[in-house]
Nanobody, 120 residues
Framework: QVQLVESGGGLVQAGESLRLSCGASASLFRILTMGWHRQAPGKQRELVGFITAVGATNYVGSVKGRFTISRDNANNTVFLQMNNLKPEDTAVYYC??????????????WGQGAQVTVTA
């Protein structure tokens, strides 16, 4: 079992940046693919992107070119750097850990979520 804890959420204005962190409780982190997901009010949770154990990244949709996922295996932490934020990025952001599955990954462990609010 891996426990994940997000931090760094908050309230920002459009165009600003924010960085989320997600700390993992176990050294198993090193072999996990780590993903970030988000859920906006009234919408389904969606994948933002993920980073494999060897550092390959994949991003989905409108975040490409604005968001960057990185990881620090020495400290069991994954980051989501969000630049040029837009009001439509407002959501609860979740980190997750899992295994590769074809061209994507399947999450097995979830964090509790961090609220990100972007005002116009």
């Amino acid at each position: 079992q891996v426990q994940l804890v997000e931090s760094g959420g908050g309230l920002v204005q459009a165009g600003e940046s924010l960085r989320l962190s997600c700390g993992a409780s176990a050294s198993l982190f090193r072999i996990l693919t780590m993903g970030w997901h988000r859920q906006a009010p009234g919408k389904q949770r969606e994948l933002v992107g993920f980073i494999t154990a060897v550092g390959a990244t994949n991003y989905v949709g409108s975040v490409k070119g604005r968001f960057t996922i990185s990881r620090d295996n020495a400290n069991n932490t994954v980051f989501l750097q969000m630049n040029n934020l837009k009001p439509e990025d407002t959501a609860v952001y979740y980190c997750a850990g899992g295994r590769n599955s074809g061209s994507t990954y399947r999450p097995d462990f979830w964090g509790q979520g961090a609220q990100v609010t972007v005002t116009a």
